[in-house]
């Protein structure tokens, strides 16, 4: 099982029985039956800022290269790099991605995957002008807990609607919870599902025939 399934499996038991089963449910369907990708679109006119983490020390880049990052957080980047499921790390220079980090004096503490508006295709809905996408972001183990993830969110998203992006894309897997909480409290709309079966590896788009708001969806689950 992914390190991070286990990882939100031990957070949901320290919330309770009703919050592990929930999510230990969640977990066992994804693993062994289908897979579900939320899909989620936030307007960046109307994006609500949450309380942002107060680590002290803490400073953001963009890198395009991965010299630029210390040899000692390029170590521990692929030292924990399955926890990710990035694969090889070519991307970054191969593909002309861009990787966000957030660091703390120094030290690693989130990444983010990037890609610009020309790159933003390859999705499971039309990707409208001035939309890009947000990709994968990781949060290491010592800084969870501290809203880092918000923050990393939106500071990615202030820095692009400075340059004329007015919308994101954003997604996670059905189990992660943690993802799912962050889109509501940034006032996300919630668009639909696409499902991949484990067996038959087909994958079907669910969308909703109204988007509603992140909110109203985990009201209803």
């Known amino acids: 099982m992914e390190r991070?399934?286990?990882?939100?499996?031990?957070?949901?038991?320290k919330k309770?029985?009703?919050?592990?089963?929930?999510?230990?449910?969640?977990?066992?369907?994804?693993s062994f039956w289908s897979k579900r990708q939320m899909i989620y679109s936030v307007d960046l006119a109307t994006l609500k800022a949450p309380d942002m983490c107060n680590i002290q020390g803490l400073s953001y880049r963009r890198i395009s290269d991965w010299s630029e990052l210390s040899e000692e957080n390029y170590n521990f980047l692929n030292d924990t790099r399955e926890t990710m499921n990035w694969g090889n790390f070519s991307w970054l220079t191969e593909l002309e991605y861009g990787l966000w980090v957030a660091e703390v004096n120094g030290k690693l503490a989130a990444v983010k995957w990037w890609r610009s508006y020309e790159q933003s295709s390859d999705?499971?809905?039309?990707?409208?002008?001035?939309?890009?996408?947000?990709?994968?972001?990781t949060v290491f183990?010592?800084?969870?807990?501290?809203k880092l993830l918000e923050a990393v969110l939106i500071t990615v998203m202030?820095?692009?609607?400075?340059?004329?992006?007015e919308f994101f894309m954003i997604s996670c897997r059905d189990y992660n919870m943690t993802s799912r909480r962050v889109f509501v409290e940034l006032g996300c709309l919630y668009l639909g599902y696409a499902e991949t079966?484990?067996?038959?590896?087909?994958?079907?788009?669910?969308?909703?025939?109204?988007?509603?708001?992140?909110?109203?969806?985990?009201m209803r689950r």
């Open 4 to 13: 991070q399934k286990l990882v939100l499996l031990r957070s949901a038991r």
């Open 16 to 30: 309770g029985v009703f919050a592990f089963v929930k999510q230990f449910i969640r977990t066992v369907r994804d």
């Open 123 to 137: 999705f499971f809905v039309r990707i409208p002008k001035n939309t890009e996408l947000h990709w994968q972001t």
């Open 141 to 146: 183990p010592e800084f969870r807990g501290q």
């Open 158 to 165: 202030e820095y692009r609607k400075s340059q004329g992006i």
């Open 197 to 218: 079966n484990k067996l038959t590896k087909k994958e079907k788009w669910h969308p909703l025939l109204t988007p509603i708001p992140a909110a109203e969806f985990e």
